[in-house]
C-alpha cells in the first residue's frame, strides 16, 4: 500500500490529473511478478563463466562482514544467468530513458534488486547454518545481499553510463545524483530485506519496494543524504541479530537455482 | 579422550520437553568415537541434534566440553558441525566451494585428496552441486564434516541415499574421526551399516537417555545387528507412549 501511495503522487505529477489508488496498487502487484518470473525462469547455464573458481575467496571479501557466507552468495548470484538477464534487462529499460527523465533510473535499478529478494527466504537455510547462524545468519545474509546487489547495481551503472556516451546523452551532474540515488536504494532495500517474516517472498518484495524507491528519490532530491541510508542500513543489520531463531521449516530439502 | 557433558539440559520443541539429559544423575555423556541414537520417529532425536548444533535454543541446562580435567562451555558455533537430514544446495558452486562454506575454515585440501577417491567424487570435482544427484551432494557432505576442525560432529540420518561403496567409504571416515578423538552423535534408522563401528549406543526412555550397553549388559563388540536389531524392537514396543519427562 505504501509502495501505491508513493507511486500514486509520481503518476499523478507524470500525467497532471489526479487517478485512483486501486489501479496503482494492482499495478504494483504486477510489476513485482515481473523480477519474481525473471528469479524463477529455469534456464540453461551459462556457457561461459562469468565468476572464476577463487574469486571472492580472497580475505577481502570475508572481511566484509559476512564470514564464509559472502563468497558463497556472491559467487553463485554471479554465476547464475538469471542475475544477468536481469541486468541486461535493466540496461536496456535504461537506454529507453530521456535525456530530461534521468530520473526514471530509480524505479529501473528496482529490478535487480526485487530480483534477488525473490530469493532471500531460500538462503535463510543456508545462512542458519554458518557458525553462530541461528545468532547471527540474518546480519550475515543481510550483508551478502548488500554487496551482490552493490556489484550488480555497478554494473549496470557502468554499461548504462556507456551506452549514454555513445548516443550523446551524458551529463555528469545528473549520472552522479541518479548514482548516489541507485546506492542509496540498495543500502536501504537490503537493510529490510529481512523484514516481512524474514524475508519471506512478497511481504519483503513489498517493504523493499517501498524502502527503496524513498530513500532513492530523496537521495537524487540531496546526495548527502547518502549517509543516512548508510547509517540506516548498519543500524538495522545490527537489530537483525537473532532474527533467524525464529525463522522454522528447515525441515526440507532445496535446490537454490 | 573428548567427552560432552550435560547438565539438566533439557531439549524439545516450544515449551514442551522432549529429553532431559543430566549427565551426574544418568550416567549418560558423549564419548570420542561413535555415539549411536537409536529411537522411533516423534521423540526428539532430531530436536536434541539441532538443539546442541545451535539450530534451537536449549529450553534448560547447559553443556560442557572435557578433555584431561579442562572443562568448557559447550559453544555450537565453535564445536560443532551439524548436517542435517534434509539438505538445502545452491545450484552454482563447486563441491570444494561448499566445503569450504560448511566446514568454515581454509580446507586442508591433502587432507580430503584419498577421500574424493573412495567416496568415487573425483569426476564431480568441477561439477556445480546442481548437476548432483542427492546422494552425491551427500557424499559432499561427509567430506565437509571430514574438512572440519570442530570437535563434535552431528549427523542426522547421514547414510540416506548413499550407495554401497560410499558406504563403506563413510565407515573408513568415522574410523578416522575416532582415531582423532572426535565426538560423533549420528542419529540413523538403519544401524545395521553403523552398529559395529559404534563406542555407545543411547536409547529414550520416558524423555531421558539410557546407555543401551549398561541395560542389556552388552557392547556392539559382542553381538550381532540382527540381535541388537530384535532387542531394539522388543524394547520400544513395550513402550507405546511418547515420553514426558
Given amino acids: ?245 525464529s525463522v522454522e521449516e528447515f525441515d526440507e530439502d532445496a535446490l537454490l537455482s | 579422550m573428548k567427552t560432552l557433558c550435560f547438565h539438566e539440559y533439557k531439549t524439545g520443541r516450544g515449551p514442551r520437553v522432549l529429553l532431559d539429559t543430566d549427565t551426574q544423575r544418568d550416567g549418560i555423556k558423549l564419548v570420542s568415537g561413535l555415539n549411536l541414537v537409536v529411537a522411533p520417529n516423534g521423540y526428539g532425536k532430531s530436536t536434541f541434534l539441532q538443539t546442541l548444533g545451535g539450530l534451537i535454543r536449549p529450553i534448560g541446562g547447559r553443556a560442557s566440553l572435557e578433555e584431561s580435567g579442562n572443562i568448557q562451555p559447550y559453544q555450537p558455533s565453535e564445536h560443532a558441525l551439524l548436517i542435517s537430514e534434509y539438505l538445502t544446495f545452491p545450484k552454482f558452486i563447486f563441491p570444494h566451494e561448499w566445503i569450504e562454506f560448511m566446514a568454515g575454515s581454509r580446507v586442508d585440501s591433502s587432507r580430503l585428496e584419498p577421500h574424493w577417491e573412495s567416496l568415487r567424487l573425483n569426476a564431480l570435482r568441477n561439477q556445480f552441486l546442481g548437476r548432483m544427484s542427492q546422494g552425491e551432494r551427500r557424499k559432499v557432505t561427509w567430506l565437509a564434516a571430514h574438512a572440519s576442525n570442530r570437535p563434535v560432529i552431528l549427523m542426522d540420518e547421514p547414510l540416506d541415499g548413499l550407495d554401497l561403496l560410499a558406504i563403506d567409504a563413510a565407515r573408513a571416515l568415522l574410523k578416522s574421526w575416532e582415531h582423532e578423538g572426535k565426538i560423533i552423535l549420528l542419529i540413523a534408522h538403519q544401524v545395521s551399516e553403523v552398529f559395529d563401528l559404534s563406542k555407545q549406543t543411547l536409547l529414550f526412555e520416558a524423555g531421558h537417555l539410557k546407555s543401551w550397553e549398561k541395560i542389556a549388559g552388552q557392547s556392539a563388540e559382542q553381538v550381532s545387528t540382527d540381535v541388537f536389531r530384535k532387542w531394539t524392537h522388543q524394547y520400544y514396543s513395550n513402550r507405546t507412549t511418547l515420553p514426558s519427562p
Fill in chain 1, 1 to 245: 500500500m505504501a509502495v501505491a501511495v508513493l507511486l500514486q503522487t509520481i503518476v499523478e505529477q507524470l500525467q497532471k490529473k489526479p487517478i485512483s489508488l486501486a489501479p496503482i496498487w494492482l499495478g504494483g502487484m504486477i510489476l513485482l511478478l515481473i523480477p519474481g518470473a525473471l528469479e524463477k525462469l529455469p534456464l540453461p547455464e551459462l556457457p561461459f563463466s562469468m565468476v572464476r573458481r577463487s574469486l571472492f575467496s580472497e580475505r577481502f571479501w570475508t572481511q566484509l562482514g559476512a564470514s564464509s557466507f559472502l563468497p558463497l552468495y556472491l559467487r553463485h548470484e554471479l554465476r547464475r544467468p538469471q542475475t544477468w538477464l536481469t541486468l541486461i534487462l535493466t540496461v536496456a529499460l535504461g537506454a529507453l530513458i530521456p535525456k530530461e527523465r534521468f530520473a526514471l533510473w530509480i524505479f529501473v535499478a528496482q529490478l535487480p534488486l526485487q530480483r534477488g529478494l525473490w530469493s532471500i527466504g531460500g538462503w535463510r537455510r543456508i545462512a542458519v547454518r554458518t557458525p553462530g547462524g541461528p545468532q547471527l545468519g540474518g546480519g550475515l545474509l543481510l550483508t551478502a545481499y548488500l554487496w551482490s546487489q552493490a556489484i550488480q547495481a555497478a554494473i549496470a551503472l557502468v554499461a548504462w553510463g556507456m551506452l549514454l556516451l555513445l548516443e550523446g546523452k551524458w551529463e555528469t551532474a545528473s549520472f552522479l545524483h541518479v548514482t548516489a540515488a541507485t546506492f542509496s536504494g540498495v543500502l536501504c532495500c537490503a537493510a529490510v530485506s529481512m523484514e516481512g517474516d524474514a524475508g519471506r517472498p512478497w511481504l519483503v518484495n513489498f517493504v523493499g519496494l517501498s524502502v527503496a524507491l524513498i530513500a532513492s528519490s530523496l537521495v537524487y532530491w540531496q546526495p548527502a543524504l547518502l549517509i543516512l541510508s548508510a547509517y540506516i542500513f548498519s543500524n538495522l543489520k545490527h537489530s537483525v541479530t537473532y532474527r533467524l531463531w
